[in-house]
């Protein structure tokens, strides 16, 4: 059964940090582009990071550049999001996606998702 499932959601502070995980099984991690997304309360959906397959380009939104760090584990056919100096406008729910295309992650229109897990940053 194809499945992405993310982890490593909780509670954090400002300024703090946490490290989401994306593992699959079903698919083999290394052969699509994986995304993160995150949607916050009533707010639309947005793409927060994305690394391509092949040559593993990263790509960031504004709001996240310099803070969060995507990589793969290709052995533990993994996906990570390290996030650091997080702020409470971080908080949302944070969704792994792939597609067999970098576009998708633009378009939002991802082949495979997870369920989603919830960070939370707040004193």
């Known amino acids: 059964q194809l499945q992405l499932v993310e982890s490593g959601g909780g509670l954090v502070q400002p300024g703090g940090s946490l490290r989401l995980s994306c593992a699959a099984s079903?698919?083999?991690?290394?052969?699509?582009?994986i995304g993160w997304f995150r949607q916050a309360p009533g707010k639309e959906r947005e793409g927060v990071s994305c690394i391509s397959r092949g040559d593993y380009s990263t790509y960031y939104a504004n709001s996240v550049k310099g803070r969060f760090t995507i990589s793969r584990d290709n052995a533990k056919n993994t996906v990570y999001l390290q996030m650091n100096s997080l702020k409470p406008e971080d908080t949302a729910i944070y969704y792994c996606?792939?597609?067999?295309?970098?576009?998708?992650?633009?378009?939002?229109?991802?082949?495979?998702w997870g369920k989603g897990t919830l960070v939370t940053v707040s004193s």
């Open positions: 079903g698919l083999i991690l290394d052969y699509y582009a």
């Open positions: 996606a792939a597609a067999h295309e970098i576009s998708s992650w633009y378009s939002g229109g991802m082949d495979y």
